[in-house]
């Protein structure tokens, strides 16, 4: 008996979508007026079918905003559209590879223990990963979003990055000498 009210259920769900996705496209039709653009006539339907159907609308601010940061990304020659999908042109590999530097860094241990913190602010945001990953390259290991610990020496290469990136304000290296708890020390 529960699976034929399941299905039931479900029927009616599919139904009930058709017929907000009919009355809104209708709307979208009587709202946008003869010859307008398909641009235009799309945000009118998004925004009665979230109107009717409850959502709020943030699904379709959110695809707007998607949908034109790729526009902006390909009037700049960075992206253009590939068989299966977007796809990054020549000039946006090329500005992806300059904007950071690079990786590779030699890794050796060390007796002592580093702990490197970080509070890098929001709107550096891709300096920011780009240094989470450095870490993870380097050897370090994660204790805290921020917090990152290893015995390893810390590369010069390393250092002069943080330094061309002007992360060094952001950034505290300290080098654990005596461990323990704080009554032992």
């Known amino acids: 008996m529960k699976k034929g009210i399941n299905i039931t259920n479900k029927i009616l769900e599919i139904l009930a979508e058709g017929a907000v996705t009919s009355l809104a496209l209708l709307g979208a039709f009587l709202e946008s007026g003869y010859g307008v653009s398909y641009h235009k006539l799309n945000m009118n339907f998004e925004k009665n079918h979230d109107f009717l159907s409850g959502s709020g609308g943030e699904f379709s601010r959110e695809r707007r905003n998607f949908k034109s940061m790729l526009s902006k990304l390909k009037q700049a020659?960075?992206?253009?559209?590939?068989?299966?999908?977007?796809?990054?042109?020549?000039?946006?590999?090329?500005?992806?590879?300059?904007?950071?530097?690079?990786?590779?860094?030699?890794?050796?241990?060390?007796?002592?223990?580093?702990?490197?913190?970080?509070?890098?602010?929001?709107?550096?945001?891709?300096?920011?990963d780009w240094l989470r990953r450095a870490l993870t390259e380097i050897g370090f290991k994660k204790l805290q979003q921020s917090v990152w610990s290893g015995k390893i020496r810390l590369p010069r290469e390393f250092m002069d990055d943080l330094k061309d990136l002007d992360l060094l304000d952001y950034v505290d290296i300290l080098e654990v000498t005596k461990t323990g708890s704080v009554r032992e020390l």
């Not at 030699?106 to 007796?111: A, Q, T, V, Y």
């Open 77 to 128: 020659g960075l992206i253009e559209e590939g068989k299966s999908g977007w796809i990054a042109t020549a000039l946006g590999k090329k500005k992806i590879s300059t904007s950071m530097p690079s990786l590779s860094y030699e890794k050796e241990g060390d007796k002592t223990l580093k702990i490197v913190i970080f509070d890098v602010p929001e709107k550096y945001r891709r300096k920011r």
